[in-house]
Antibody, heavy 118, light 107 residues
Framework: EVQLVESGGGLVQPGGSLRLSCSVS????????MHWVRQAPGKGLQYVSA????????YYIDSVKGRFTISRDNSKNTLYLQMSSLRAEDTAVYYC???????????WGQGTLVTVSS | EIVLTQSPGTLSLSPGERATLSCRAS???????LAWYQQKRGQSPRLLIY???TRATGIPDRFSGSGSGTDFTLTISGLDPEDFAVYYC?????????FGQGTKVEI
């Protein structure tokens, strides 16, 4: 059974940092690109960042570029999102998703809530 | 960057009725990388349709997807009470893999 389990969310002050983790099981992690998608309270889904299967290439949306870093440790079957210089508008549930080239996002984690507030 | 615009924002229907949700792209999607997701309150999204019209595993056949170019449609033929949720379309072919803003289907 495929499982994606996020952790690391919480309350952080503006300007602070947080690292999210996504531990996966049930599939060969290094065969898949992985993405982060977020959802602000009461809002829609927003694609945030992506990393290729071996970690050689990454992508960020403009609003997080230079502040967020996506990475992965294929030996630990874990995806990360290092977030710094956090802003109130980064407040959201962050989902880890497995990217399937033909079918998109079949598997989602349960999400972890990040709240940026003083 | 492809922008996806969904309409209507909210669809008010009764169980058993047919729901037609629209997703319009800002430019033609030359590939078929268009997906639809369902999200219920407090849950992670669930993939319904990929490749414009292919149902994901376990999705009932009352859900169907169609379209090409810039105009895409998700149809739910005969709403079940469990279908009242928010639906998102997404272009997943290349970065940024943008989502539409969502359509809420309510009773």
């Amino acid at each position: 059974e495929v499982q994606l389990v996020e952790s690391g969310g919480g309350l952080v002050q503006p300007g602070g940092s947080l690292r999210l983790s996504c531990s996966v099981s049930g599939f060969t992690f290094n065969n898949y690109d992985m993405h982060w998608v977020r959802q602000a309270p009461g809002k829609g889904l927003q694609y945030v960042s992506a990393i290729t299967n071996m970690g050689r290439s990454t992508y960020y949306i403009d609003s997080v570029k230079g502040r967020f870093t996506i990475s992965r440790d294929n030996s630990k079957n874990t995806l990360y999102l290092q977030m710094s210089s956090l802003r109130a508008e980064d407040t959201a549930v962050y989902y880890c998703v497995r990217y399937d080239i033909l079918s998109g996002y079949v598997y989602w984690g349960q999400g972890t809530l990040v709240t940026v507030s003083s | 960057e492809i922008v996806l615009t969904q309409s209507p924002g909210t669809l008010s229907l009764s169980p058993g009725e047919r729901a037609t949700l629209s997703c319009r792209a800002s430019q033609s999607l030359s590939s078929s990388y268009l997906a639809w997701y369902q999200q219920k309150r407090g849950q992670s999204p669930r993939l319904l349709i990929y490749g414009v019209s292919t149902r994901a595993t376990g999705i009932p056949d009352r859900f169907s997807g169609s379209g090409s170019g810039t105009d895409f449609t998700l149809t739910i033929s005969g709403l079940d009470p469990e279908d009242f949720a928010v639906y998102y379309c997404q272009f997943y072919g290349s970065s940024p893999r943008t989502f539409g803003q969502g359509t809420k289907v309510e009773i």
